[in-house]
């Protein structure tokens, strides 16, 4: 057994069985990738995939037991490296922070500025991806810290990561300045309906919330489009497609200059942005700090402690 096997049930796991992408993302020719297979099952003396012809069609039952233990070796073999790096090179190597588009662009930039002036040599990647793809990123350890509001306060958060609240935030209202809804004494969820809405895709920073209102209070929305980031929706707002619907710190009176913000706090419940990491995959000394830069309660003790909890 070799680790070149191992990462071959891993890819082909993610890559639904599909052996010549698994190639592809390996580096090698789809002749070896078989020949490891045969070679590893031989050595186990069971079958790991179930085929159809030539072709890998999904796991066996075994092969589902040993894919669990496949990305615990290969995490741990990242472990290893990691704990070198650190003792060899405590300033340097490099970060991933998987999060969403909002947290990049609004949430993050202070917190990467003071990092970045204490860890010059350290490389930091800032993946933008869904909720759903950050908790993948973090499930495979290609991402050391996940950041977002949907995906990661429960479920299988709960189990395979330690979350922890980074801040909270509500939604705001934008339209176009002198819009009608400007007029109002009070903002009204019955008000808001009556008007075209554009707001984030479903299942990004909050939409659920804002959805969820809608229909305790028997209200059917007019969503005509819907966006990943802030910057687009106001965009649309702004040539007068619909009524926004945005992330709080997303509004900057001096800069969106033709736009109005109304306050919506009391229409819709507040959200709270999460920072997570995965239990079992070992963090640089740095990545302590980034998480305090974060969030002061965020100490190295804390973190730890919640790493180390069952």
Request: proline content about 4%.
């Amino acid at each position: 057994m070799n680790f070149q096997q191992l990462r071959i049930i891993r890819e082909a796991v993610r890559r639904n069985f599909n052996l010549t992408e698994v190639a592809a993302a390996l580096f090698t020719s789809q002749s070896r990738v078989s020949k490891h297979i045969l070679d590893l099952e031989d050595e186990l003396g069971i079958e790991l995939f179930v085929r159809k012809g030539k072709r890998l069609t999904g796991l066996t039952e075994p092969g589902k037991e040993l894919v669990g233990i496949v990305e615990r070796m290969l995490i741990d073999a990242k472990n290893i490296k990691r704990v070198a790096e650190q003792f060899a090179n405590r300033d340097e190597g490099s970060l991933t922070i998987a999060t969403t588009h909002t947290q990049a662009r609004y949430a993050l930039p202070q917190v990467v500025r003071r990092f970045k002036q204490a860890y010059p040599k350290v490389h930091l990647a800032l993946h933008q991806a869904s909720p759903a793809e950050i908790v993948a990123l973090l499930q495979s350890g290609e991402a050391d810290i996940g950041i977002a509001t949907e995906a990661l306060d429960g479920g299988n958060a709960a189990s395979n990561f330690a979350s922890f609240p980074f801040y909270d935030w509500h939604h705001l209202v934008v339209v176009p300045d002198g819009h009608a809804l400007t007029q109002l004494p009070k903002l009204t969820l019955q008000a808001l309906a009556t008007h075209p809405l554009i707001t984030y895709h479903a299942g990004y920073t909050g939409r659920p919330r804002i959805d969820a209102t809608f229909a305790e209070a028997g209200l059917v929305p007019d969503v005509v489009m819907s966006a990943l980031d802030a910057d687009v929706i106001k965009t649309y707002v702004e040539v007068g497609l619909g009524v926004g619907i945005i992330a709080s710190m997303a509004f900057d009176a001096a800069r969106d200059v033709g736009l109005t913000s109304l306050d919506a706090a009391h229409l819709f419940p507040p959200n709270t942005t999460r920072i997570a990491v995965r239990r079992g995959h070992y963090l640089r000394g740095y990545a302590y700090r980034f998480l305090e830069e974060s969030s002061p309660a965020l100490t190295q003790a804390v973190v730890k402690g919640a790493l180390d909890a069952e």
